[in-house]
């Protein structure tokens, strides 16, 4: 092992040892770190933005493009956000020590199961420096220990953060060790600490599919992989079209470069001649492309203006495209649907627009996904949506926790067993 | 890929086919197929007994021991506890479908949360028969499909069960491929199980630790590493000391051979030199071997007659006996336990026996293990103690399921939207 890989696992050690102490300490001592640490960020608002300013001059000497450059950038009013995330994070109700199950055993033995922290959680982040202070702040609250390790590009403004961090929770009386930052950039670390199971108990990988992909092969501990949304939307025979319409432009277009906006509509042959010029239109109007299969094709063909139309190739399914580009398939049934989906479904975010409730509850039961929608958007697949209050990731594990991942979804149970003498036959 | 190979992916295919719609199959239709089950086992009970003394003939053949040969064995016996295990999941709660919780978001939309199945189980299991049918039973009252890997001892009576099973639950009305059982016993065949993940979405390994260890780590699927138990029971400064003896004698003798046993003793200075000669003398009635680090000795040095004795060395802390041994250690303090533990627990069970409330609190509050115990033996982690009528394995691990598993730990949850038109702003 380098010495480098020797100073992180003493830092993922370190992490553990506090974990212990973190686990134990009363929602009061948390929440009062939380607001600290809002606290501490304003008042080094100058400190983060020359940080952040050292950091974009680096980027675009490197020649990071604009949509990075973008997301890198802090600004008054983005440290502003950062602050009121972490006061937010402290407003939570701390999910530790809840009591999930309580009851007595026949011999008298009782039996409790107690919400508890996970222990040390792992974090490989790129880009948008907020992720520091999100993660750090969520981990504190549901008690886990963090190790954190963000990407090259905001290496000096994470550096400060994760300094502010790390003070705030002393000044409060947690030991600074419980949240570690990785300050050297070498990439070679990212598969060392995915080796290190006996120090950290789950990864989570924030950022594009392929680093998703990476963790989720490579790491011996457990992974939420997630992220990654092949998105439905089948319009049935049944469904009343104005809203399938809205739905459909709404899922692919409010914000299309994340993981539930829409990837492929699925439409029932029976409506198929009604709906489909109709779409085009309206996804012309917003610049998205349409990949048709060959019966869509001879559909679409007719019709004059509207949306970009190519005839999809067999890759166009199953694909999340991140971009104005969206799938489109006639099928000949609900059943074909439901295949349809079973095969190339990532399990994040499908959706029915359908009046007929048999077809509906069909559908919501038949389909294996985190979350399945009927006649709303696959947009609402959010932690902020589904009033979880924060997000830390959208999991498409069936294990664990599925769907997207607030304080709850990052912790354990244990059982507490207290009796007085009981001995087993 | 082989042949062989080729048929084992082709049969978890199989099983992933038939679990979506095992999924949707009503608890009624499942518990007929429980109860055809116990009745095809009863009517073939002669068919077993010839298969599995065919079993038992070869066993013989190739030396097996005396224990592998008994845990092998039927009889008319344990024939009808096969049966009766099947009646007795039948009449256990249908875990598919409980709405986990419900309620309605500002934007209008009704958020369900609902148990599901995994999808497709694999478990690989050795020598005990009767495993097929536990798991298989478990496996279908919980909507999974499952994948079932024997070991090669057992193979004609696996067979037999397996393809009773299969012609039960046909005759129920669920796809035969819902069960799978691999017939090939050749060993290369778990290592190409292991990375089928994408057919296969938990392994579930049951034998000894060897094949745990060895599926936890090649596993490319989420799997239950569970089954190895390093146990300390803590006698605290304020203990009763004939209940600690009790509780100690008890966790350690009363079934030496499994993982909720004790392994190790952790005794408070302060009552070692009354507790320990005591241990000793109650140790020696019940031929368990007593591993003493230096402290202890001085203290036992002293004493005649009683368990035998023999300096512990320092892999005597952190191992897992199965035997009728156990190291014992003089501790300072609840600190100095604490520490013990979080360095050689396995996350298990651990017990501490102490009449000081705020001692026993701090010790289940800060044990990080699947099941803490106080003033109670070990023994008692075990899923039909705690009432889940029950058990297909007791997790170490700490994400989705831990401590004893039943039905519903082998469940995943999905989220159900329905809307009306709703789009997200």
Not at 156 to 175: F, Y
Not at 372 to 390: I, K
Request: hydrophobic content about 45%.
């Amino acid at each position: 092992m380098t010495t480098t890989a020797t100073t992180l696992h003493d830092q993922a050690l370190a992490a553990r040892v506090a974990s212990r102490r973190l686990a134990a300490t009363p929602a009061g001592v948390k929440n009062s770190a939380l607001i600290a640490i809002a606290t501490a960020i304003e008042a080094n608002r100058e400190k983060i933005l020359v940080a952040n300013e050292k950091d974009l001059v680096a980027a675009r000497r490197d020649g990071l493009n604009f949509q990075m450059l973008d997301r890198m950038t802090l600004n008054a009013e983005r440290v502003k956000d950062m602050a009121d995330a972490a006061r937010n994070i402290a407003s939570l109700d701390d999910p530790i020590g809840e009591i999930l199950e309580s009851r007595d055993l026949a011999s008298g033995l009782n039996l409790e199961r107690v919400r508890v922290p996970l222990g040390v959680i792992g974090v490989i982040y790129e880009s948008r420096p907020n992720v520091t202070i999100d993660i750090a702040t969520l981990c504190l609250k549901s008690g886990n220990a963090v190790v954190l390790r963000g990407g090259k590009e905001c290496i000096l403004t994470n550096t400060v953060l994760a300094e502010i961090v790390k003070n705030s929770i002393e000044t409060a009386g947690i030991p600074r060790d419980a949240v570690q930052f990785v300050e050297s950039t070498d990439r070679a670390l990212v598969k060392e600490m995915l080796e290190m199971d006996d120090v950290i108990d789950l990864m989570i990988p924030r950022g594009s599919a392929d680093l998703v992909n990476f963790v989720g092969q490579n790491a011996k501990m457990p992974a939420i992989t997630g992220g990654v949304g092949v998105c439905h939307t089948y319009i049935d025979v049944d469904a009343k079209l104005d809203d399938a319409l809205a739905i459909v432009v709404n899922a692919k277009v409010q914000r299309p470069t994340v993981c539930n906006a829409l990837d492929t509509v699925l439409v029932h042959q029976a409506i198929a001649r009604q709906f489909l010029p109709e779409l085009a239109i309206e996804f012309g109007v917003n610049n998205v492309e349409l990949r048709a299969d060959s019966r869509s094709m001879s559909v679409l063909d007719a019709i004059a203006g509207g949306a970009k139309i190519t005839p999809a190739r067999s890759d166009d399914f199953g694909t999340e495209f991140l971009a104005l580009i969206a799938s489109v398939k006639i099928v000949d049934s609900i059943d074909e649907a439901l295949d349809h989906i079973a095969k190339y479904g990532s399990g994040h975010s499908e959706a029915i627009v359908s009046e007929n409730v048999e077809s509906v509850e069909r559908f919501l039961t038949e389909v294996d996904a985190g979350v399945v929608f009927a006649n709303t958007s696959t947009r609402f697949n959010d932690g902020a949506e589904f009033g979880l209050g924060a997000e830390v990731a959208i999991s498409t594990n069936k294990l664990h926790a599925r769907g997207p991942m607030g304080l709850k979804e990052i912790t354990s149970y244990k059982w507490k067993v207290r009796g007085q003498g009981q001995i087993r036959q």
